[in-house]
């Protein structure tokens, strides 16, 4: 059955779906995504991520300019998700990221932090993480 090329395409293709839905339920499992995009000129320290209900605190490198990182979290009841960071003035700042984040959810909050002091935070949820392995780049 394999020998043919219709038949290599079939297992190519069910090769594929496979693959996919692997990435599917592997991203399900690593929760909401915080995604910290630094677009100002400055070094931004002190950065952590904090999940309000649980009190889990997510440590994150310093963020130099253009520099970006992406931390998992997976709250264990709805939660608000806030992260922690020091300016280039060396002023604290708490922004909220994540309104009600849950258990099993595939949300994603884009937080670009930009010149000048101030930040753009968009978050989106969704039920099942469709994007898959491509959620991860």
Not at 94 to 104: K, N, S, Y
Not at 129 to 136: I, N
Request: hydrophobic letters at 40%.
């Amino acid at each position: 059955m394999f020998r043919t090329p219709v038949g290599r395409l079939l297992l190519g293709v069910a090769g594929l779906c496979v693959f996919y839905f692997l990435g599917v339920a592997l991203r399900q499992l690593f929760g909401s995504c915080v995604d910290i995009r630094n677009a100002s000129t400055e070094t931004v320290r002190d950065v952590s991520v904090k999940v309000e209900s649980g009190g889990k605190i997510y440590d994150v490198p310093n963020l130099a300019p253009r520099d970006h990182r992406r931390i998992y979290v997976r709250p264990q009841a709805k939660s608000q998700i806030t992260l922690k960071i020091t300016d280039g003035t060396n002023r604290p700042r708490d922004i909220m990221v994540f309104d009600g984040a849950q258990p099993g959810d595939c949300g994603v909050s884009m937080v670009t932090i930009q010149p000048g002091h101030s930040t753009v935070s968009e978050e989106f949820h969704h039920p099942v993480c469709w994007k898959s392995w491509l959620e991860f780049m």
